[in-house]
């Protein structure tokens, strides 16, 4: 192979591996079960960390990561439960699976939610105040991704242009 066609390919294969990240999340995104969850801020100090606004869920357990010590997974239908990631049990219809941090916290890589710096206060704000919600997509597998933040059940969008 000349210098071209190695240029090409070295080239052309992130590109597609880019495409084909992205076809995926978007697939799972669009394609799982809705789950809409309460969030709070949970560090008064760093709720705001670059563009991302960092959050805890409220999974409405109590003492979360208390239940087991190992990755675990939260039952939210037919009933929530927290249980350990490998015995989901067979009756759990839906579940998000994640792990208990150093901290106690637990973590389903949802933590995080990029937003504009020129919304950063506002959005952090009325995150602090209890009035945020993720919208989530949660495949069969456990595996969740934000479909959309809503402040007072509309989009954050719609949010910051409304008075507090």
């Known amino acids: 192979m000349n210098k071209r066609t ?3 390919i070295a080239l052309t ?5 880019l495409a084909a990240t992205a076809w995926m999340k978007s697939t799972q995104r669009s394609s799982g079960a809705e789950v809409a ?3 709070e801020g949970f560090d008064p100090r760093d709720l705001l960390s670059g563009h991302y606004l960092i959050y805890q869920v409220d999974y409405g357990l109590e003492n979360l990561c208390a239940a087991t010590d190992v990755a675990t997974a939260v039952c939210l239908q037919p ?3 927290a249980t350990p990631a490998d015995t989901v049990p067979a009756d759990c219809k839906l579940f998000i699976r994640g792990y208990c941090d150093s901290s106690a916290n637990f973590n389903a890589g949802i933590e995080r939610f990029y937003i504009p710096e020129e919304h950063a206060a506002i959005l952090e ?5 209890k009035r945020g919600t993720l ?3 949660v495949d069969p597998q456990g595996t969740a991704v934000i479909r959309d933040l809503l402040i007072d059940g509309q989009p954050w969008q719609e949010a910051v242009k409304a008075p507090n």
Not at 13 to 17: K, R, T, V, Y
Request: net charge positive.
């Open 37 to 39: 969850l309460p969030i």
């Open 79 to 81: 009933e929530r439960l």
């Open 6 to 8: 190695l240029l090409a």
């Open 13 to 17: 294969l992130p590109i597609l591996a």
């Open 125 to 129: 704000n009325k995150v602090r105040d």
């Open 135 to 137: 919208v989530l997509s």
